[in-house]
């Protein structure tokens, strides 16, 4: 059975920092576009970063960079999301989702390249 489980959410204050860790199992891969999406109440799931675990290569949302950043752990398991400076616009249900298979993180944005998410975890920031 495959499972995403997000971890490391929480409440902390504007300028703060959280590091979320997204764990993969019952999924073997050699390639994956991985990603993180948000979505906060009233909004549209967006994307937040992505990763291609075979090439360590990294894409962004506009809003979150040079202040996040995604990584991957030893063993292709385990995807992070370091998030620095935060900001009460950042508050959320933060997603990890995986492309496996995938060539690139092309369509990285695009919520359908994805079949298999998480359940999220919260992040909120407050002022």
């Known amino acids: 059975q495959v499972q995403l489980v997000e971890s490391g959410g929480g409440s902390v204050q504007a300028g703060g920092s959280l590091r979320l860790s997204c764990s993969v199992s019952g999924l073997s891969y050699s390639r994956a576009c991985m990603a993180w999406f948000r979505q906060a109440p009233g909004e549209e799931r967006e994307g937040v970063a992505s990763i291609y675990t075979r090439a360590d290569y990294t894409l962004y949302a506009d809003s979150v960079k040079g202040r996040f950043t995604i990584s991957q752990g030893n063993g292709g398991n385990t995807v992070y999301l370091q998030m620095n400076s935060l900001k009460p616009e950042d508050t959320a249900m933060y997603y990890c989702?995986?492309?496996?298979?995938?060539w690139g993180c092309g369509m990285w944005t695009r919520r359908d390249e994805y079949k298999y998410w998480g359940q999220g975890t919260q992040v909120t920031v407050s002022s």
């Open positions: 989702a995986a492309d496996v298979g995938a």
